[in-house]
């Protein structure tokens, strides 16, 4: 029963398009939403994140939106560079003592 | 980057074999966590830390228990490895108070044959 969905395993774009990612949950519990990306052999590495008394949140070329009735999150990276090709990982947290709950991800690749 | 190093970086071993994997973190952070990474399951969370000594269970605790004798370092013990235990292995930490945001350590590669 997974409680957070990536249901894209793979995406490719073009450098300098808009890479869009997606993410669905299932917990009306997560309260806080956070985007990782993962280069190989590397650990995970905080990218943005987003309350849940909010909609959208802002940082650079990446933005993440939120759709609380929807229980959907989207990450959109624009420009897309070469250099935001990893695996993107969706994660929501919760409880006490903040446990993050991963979606499987999803590997980007930005063409040039 | 919260300071976060575990050792070893890679590790075989064989079936039936006590293992033990270290977290050190530099940063006093309040919460430690351990996760586990397989194809197509994402991370999943083995156990964790919220003090010195106070650890809980996560979604994937099966086979794995943990210690917590000082706030830096976090240990993750498989007290008999299976091949199922072949992963990567990663640390995280949180600072605790308002903050929600986990920092992740390099990631330890274990295989169990």
């Known amino acids: 029963d997974q409680q957070v969905k990536q249901n894209s395993p793979s995406l490719s774009v073009q450098e300098g398009r808009i890479s869009i990612l997606n993410c669905d949950y299932t917990?009306?519990?997560?309260?806080?939403f956070l985007w990782y990306k993962k280069y190989p052999a590397e650990g995970p590495t905080f990218l943005i994140s987003?309350?849940?008394?909010?909609d959208k949140n802002e940082d650079g070329r990446f933005t993440v939106f939120l759709n609380k009735s929807a229980k959907h999150l989207s990450l959109h990276i624009v420009p897309s560079q070469p250099g935001d090709s990893a695996v993107y990982f969706c994660?929501?947290?919760?409880?006490?003592?903040?446990?993050?709950?991963f979606g499987s991800g999803t590997q980007l690749t930005v063409l040039p | 980057d919260a300071g976060i190093t575990q050792s070893p970086r890679h590790k075989v071993t064989e079936t039936g074999t006590p293992v033990t994997l270290r977290c050190h973190q530099t940063e006093n952070h309040r919460y430690m966590y351990w996760y586990r990474q397989d194809p197509g399951h994402g991370l999943r969370l083995i156990h964790y830390?919220?003090?010195?000594?106070?650890?809980d269970k996560g979604e994937v605790s099966d086979g794995y228990s943990v210690s917590r004798s000082k706030t830096e370092d976090f240990l993750l013990t498989l007290e008999s490895a299976t091949s199922s235990q072949t992963s990567v292995y990663f640390c995280?930490?949180?600072?605790?108070?308002?903050?929600?945001?986990?920092?992740f350590g390099p990631g330890t590669r274990l295989t169990v044959l």
């Open positions: 994660a929501p947290n919760s409880g006490s003592a903040r446990q993050l709950t």
């Open positions: 987003i309350s849940s008394i909010k």
């Open positions: 917990n009306s519990m997560f309260d806080y």
């Open positions: 995280a930490t949180l600072a605790g108070g308002s903050t929600d945001t986990q920092y």
């Open positions: 830390s919220y003090g010195v000594k106070d650890t």
